[in-house]
């Protein structure tokens, strides 16, 4: 496998802390990756480096093995652009803007564009101003998809669309990576990670807390754990536990988030009967929280 995004030591310093920093990441080819983080966790700030947009403090990166700031130009042909903050048109209508990007790239197919504007319920006969914002965003999702590029950066591409047409947008993601397309999403919205991504990266206050399959990280890092006793509880013993934290006890029934292999957990409340014992693997916006409550 050959990496279609490669970014070493990259770092945009604003100051006081705000920026992107030192961040090494390596993208796959053909793979769908979510890059996660509240507003303000350095998310576009990486996207617009990545575009040429703006310009690394130091570190960089590469595209298809381009310098993604000495061959910008070249690389823009090659990619679709979600950006986190959408361009102004004013009285041009949706079809004209389309044309314009048409003009500029030359291989947007006029199919491709009716097919996906059809799918996402969007007019393109109406003046751009005059569209919600859902429909800004759909216009702008249509124009990043329908020239099938082979990479697509996508900066929270589904703010301002109603649940229908998010799934038509995990559906268009689908079909990219179908064909052999990598896809780079950029979210808070964690219920859609988990359903399109392969893997995920945390970044948190410029920082890159983690990488990972989607499923590991949402299997191996903790579990809800509910023990319901038929006796006093050890609780001596399961505070002492390590990995078991948020212990709370309510009467009969001790919970807690355990993380690590069960066996020391049994071997804790062997000898003392137990009526009921209930695991669940936290969501990944749960595990996603743990990352900031530190």
Same mark, same amino acid.
């Given at each position: 496998?050959?990496?279609?995004?490669?970014?070493?030591?990259?770092?945009?310093?604003?100051?006081?802390?705000?920026?992107?920093?030192?961040?090494?990441?390596?993208?796959?080819?053909?793979?769908?990756?979510?890059?996660?983080?509240?507003?303000?966790?350095?998310?576009?700030?990486?996207?617009?480096?990545?575009?040429?947009?703006?310009?690394?403090?130091?570190?960089?990166?590469?595209?298809?093995?381009?310098?993604?700031?000495?061959?910008?130009?070249?690389?823009?042909?090659?990619?679709?652009?979600?950006?986190?903050?959408?361009?102004?048109?004013?009285?041009?209508?949706?079809?004209?803007?389309?044309?314009?990007?048409?003009?500029?790239?030359?291989?947007?197919?006029?199919?491709?564009?009716?097919?996906?504007?059809?799918?996402?319920?969007?007019?393109?006969?109406?003046?751009?101003?005059?569209?919600?914002?859902?429909?800004?965003?759909?216009?702008?999702?249509?124009?990043?998809?329908?020239?099938?590029?082979?990479?697509?950066?996508?900066?929270?591409?589904?703010?301002?669309?109603?649940?229908?047409?998010?799934?038509?947008?995990?559906?268009?993601?689908?079909?990219?990576?179908?064909?052999?397309?990598?896809?780079?999403?950029?979210?808070?919205?964690?219920?859609?990670?988990?359903?399109?991504?392969?893997?995920?990266?945390?970044?948190?206050?410029?920082?890159?807390?983690?990488?990972?399959? =989607?499923?590991?990280?949402?299997?191996?890092?903790?579990?809800?754990?509910?023990?319901?006793?038929?006796?006093?509880?050890? =609780?001596?013993?399961?505070?002492?536990?390590?990995?078991?934290?948020?212990?709370?006890?309510?009467?009969?029934?001790?919970?807690?988030?355990?993380?690590?292999?069960?066996?020391?957990?049994?071997?804790?409340?062997?000898?003392?009967?137990?009526?009921?014992?209930?695991?669940?693997?936290?969501?990944?916006?749960?595990?996603?929280?743990?990352?900031?409550?530190?």
């Amino acid at each position: 496998m050959t990496n279609a995004i490669e970014i070493h030591g990259l770092t945009k310093d604003y100051g006081n802390g705000h920026g992107i920093f030192d961040l090494d990441l390596a993208v796959t080819e053909g793979e769908v990756f979510g890059y996660l983080g509240p507003n303000g966790a350095g998310k576009t700030t990486t996207l617009k480096l990545l575009m040429g947009l703006i310009h690394a403090s130091r570190g960089g990166a590469t595209i298809f093995g381009l310098d993604v700031d000495r061959d910008a130009v070249a690389l823009k042909k090659r990619i679709g652009y979600v950006p986190g903050e959408l361009p102004q048109f004013g009285g041009w209508r949706g079809a004209e803007i389309v044309g314009y990007v048409a003009g500029l790239r030359g291989d947007v197919p006029d199919d491709k564009v009716e097919a996906i504007a059809k799918r996402l319920d969007l007019d393109l006969g109406r003046k751009y101003r005059e569209y919600s914002h859902g429909n800004k965003q759909k216009l702008a999702l249509l124009i990043a998809f329908a020239p099938e590029p082979a990479l697509l950066i996508v900066d929270e591409p589904t703010t301002g669309l109603d649940p229908l047409h998010q799934q038509v947008f995990h559906a268009l993601v689908q079909e990219a990576k179908a064909r052999g397309g990598t896809v780079l999403i950029s979210s808070h919205v964690l219920s859609e990670v988990e359903q399109v991504c392969d893997r995920v990266g945390i970044v948190r206050d410029g920082h890159l807390a983690t990488v990972g399959p =989607i499923d590991q990280l949402s299997g191996i890092k903790a579990h809800h754990v509910a023990i319901d006793f038929a006796g006093a509880p050890p =609780i001596d013993r399961l505070r002492a536990l390590p990995g078991f934290e948020q212990v709370s006890v309510e009467g009969l029934r001790v919970r807690g988030l355990y993380r690590g292999s069960f066996e020391p957990l049994l071997a804790a409340i062997s000898g003392s009967p137990v009526t009921s014992l209930t695991s669940r693997e936290p969501s990944l916006e749960e595990i996603f929280l743990t990352y900031y409550s530190t």
